[in-house]
Each structure stands twice: as structure tokens, then as C-alpha cells.
């Protein structure tokens, strides 16, 4: 329902939903956008969870600010101080974990490509050099 606005003026996820705009003069038409789907589709939204005109806040664990959008840095921190991976259970933890990171790291997927190898149904799992140096 909001294909045509998204990563635009709007970032959803299930339930959630940030109304954002490039300059603060848009951001009323932005809103009024929104309204209009939101109307369009019968959909309604709880007042008590809404919160108009604030400069950053929380949204599906990031910090959405008027620059941008950040990466808290507990979740950082919590995934360089992982341990290596000693299982494929643990390296599918880590890779979530990442998966976490994968709008702010280009080329996460390469990068990571020592660890899909491991993956792969019936490889045996053996952390080597390489994967030590893409951890």
C-alpha cells in the first residue's frame, strides 16, 4: 500500500510507521499523503502510539533521526564482542546478527561469502583463516 512511498517519505514494517521528509515545509503534505492511503485502505491508527513532530526516535530497533538513520550502539557492540563461531547454529546466530547491519555495510553478502560456503547443506563445518579474516 505504500510501494510508491517507501524509503521516500515512508518506512514501515508490519505495524510501524515513520513519516519522514527531506525538508521540514514538506513535511505537512508528507503526513497528509499518508492520511490519505491510510483512509484510502480503511486503516486507522491508535492515537496513543503516535507521536507528531519529533525530531528522533526509536523505530524496529534503529535511531531514525533528522540526518539519517542509525544503528543503535548496544547492537554494535553486542555483535563485536561475538566470539567466533564455533557451530553452524552459532554461525547462523551471527549471521543474523548481521543481516541486522546489511543496509549500512555494502556488499554485505561478498564480504560474508567464507561463511555462506560453511552453509551449504552437507559441508562439514570448518572455520578456517579466511573465515577468521571476514570475521
Not at 39 to 61: D, E, H, I, T
Amino acid at each position: 500500500m505504500f510501494d510508491d512511498m517507501l524509503h521516500k517519505n515512508v518506512e514501515y514494517y508490519v505495524d510501524d510507521l515513520v513519516v519522514k521528509s527531506h525538508k521540514k515545509a514538506n513535511h505537512p503534505q508528507d503526513l497528509r499523503m499518508v492520511f490519505e492511503r491510510l483512509r484510502q485502505y480503511q486503516l486507522q491508527m491508535n492515537p496513543l502510539k503516535c507521536a507528531f513532530g519529533v525530531a528522533s526516535g526509536k523505530f524496529l530497533g534503529f535511531v531514525v533521526r533528522r540526518h539519517g538513520i542509525e544503528i543503535k550502539q548496544a547492537k554494535i557492540d553486542a555483535i563485536t564482542a561475538l566470539p567466533e563461531p564455533r557451530n553452524i547454529h552459532e554461525l547462523k546466530s551471527l549471521q543474523e546478527n548481521l543481516a541486522y547491519l546489511r543496509r549500512y555495510i555494502s556488499n554485505l553478502a561478498g564480504k560474508c561469502e567464507p561463511f555462506s560456503k560453511l552453509m551449504k547443506k552437507g559441508t562439514p563445518f570448518q572455520w578456517d583463516a579466511e573465515c577468521s579474516t571476514t570475521f
